[in-house]
């Protein structure tokens, strides 16, 4: 049986861009001397993004008339878990700017799934971005 998400699973959906992007861009500066300009550059920019997913999201209550089934409705919010749980999980360069990549195409997977309520990518785009995280 597919239900729309909760105001309050686009919340946590928001916060955990939020976090990720704090997490970025505390690495950009825990690690600045260890990383090229072009590397400061693309974690800049990639904060700056979904720090604005983040805000998008708590202005766009429209994504509540996304209906999922319950098992997809899960993978969002274990990405959403593990989003705010990536600080602990970064351990270079490339896996923050591989996270960020992957957060990001979940980013443009929602914005698409809330213009035509088409969600057959968001789920994949998901589990691509937990998968990552966690590998």
């Known amino acids: 049986m597919n239900k729309p998400l909760t105001a309050e699973d686009i919340f946590q959906l928001s916060k955990a861009f939020h976090a990720l992007s704090t997490v970025l861009g505390n690495y950009r500066y825990d690690h600045w001397d260890e990383l090229s300009a072009k590397q400061r550059s693309v974690l800049e920019s990639d904060q700056w993004t979904l720090f604005n997913t983040a805000s998008d999201l708590n202005a ?14 899960d993978v969002l919010k274990e990405a959403t878990s593990s989003m705010q749980a990536s600080a602990k999980k970064i351990q270079t360069i490339k ?9 990001l195409a979940l980013g443009g997977a929602i914005y698409l799934a809330a213009s035509t309520g088409n969600v057959t990518t968001l789920i994949p785009a998901a589990s691509v971005l937990i998968k990552e995280i966690n590998g």
């Open 60 to 73: 766009k209550s429209v994504l509540a008339k996304i209906n999922m089934a319950q098992g997809d409705i």
């Open 95 to 103: 896996h923050a700017i591989n996270i960020a990549t992957k957060a």
